[in-house]
């Protein structure tokens, strides 16, 4: 498993708001911040696994070509609200929910987030 995973953001308040409503169907929070970072985590785990994060050499963020991070949903319901937070709160489709041929129960929605990371929510239960 991952420790965490960081995207980049030049707007910390205007993404913050994208993952609060994003992150929620996924059972993540926020956890912690300060004024440069966000940290969101399930309500249980003693750590943030996912960071929203104002580059630290000052130089703007930018998204990487080809880098996608997908986490867990619960169920299928779960990457539809996931995809439909995220559109309301500033994020642009990049793959609407559905199955993946990936195999038979792979179930995924893709967003970029207004910064341009390109994130997924992904549930294997059929």
């Known amino acids: 498993m991952l420790l965490y995973v960081t995207v980049g953001t030049n707007d910390p308040a205007r993404a913050g708001t994208f993952y609060d409503a994003a992150l929620a169907p996924l059972g993540l929070v926020r956890r912690q911040e300060s004024g440069s970072e966000i940290g969101y985590g399930h309500p249980d785990d003693s750590r943030c696994r996912?960071?929203?994060?104002?580059?630290?050499?000052?130089?703007?963020?930018?998204?990487?070509?080809?880098?996608?991070?997908?986490?867990?949903?619960?169920?299928?319901?779960?990457?539809?609200?996931f995809h439909a937070?995220?559109?309301r709160f500033g994020g642009t489709c990049?793959?609407?929910?559905?199955?993946?041929?990936f195999h038979a129960a792979f179930?995924?929605?893709?967003?970029?987030?207004?910064?341009?990371?390109?994130?997924?929510?992904?549930?294997?239960?059929?």
């Open 94 to 101: 990049e793959g609407a929910p559905g199955l993946r041929p």
């Open 50 to 81: 996912v960071w929203v994060v104002a580059p630290h050499d000052g130089r703007p963020a930018t998204f990487g070509n080809g880098v996608t991070i997908a986490l867990e949903a619960a169920n299928r319901a779960a990457v539809d609200a």
């Open 107 to 126: 179930y995924a929605a893709f967003l970029r987030d207004p910064d341009g990371n390109k994130i997924a929510a992904v549930c294997e239960r059929a």
């Open 85 to 87: 937070e995220g559109l």
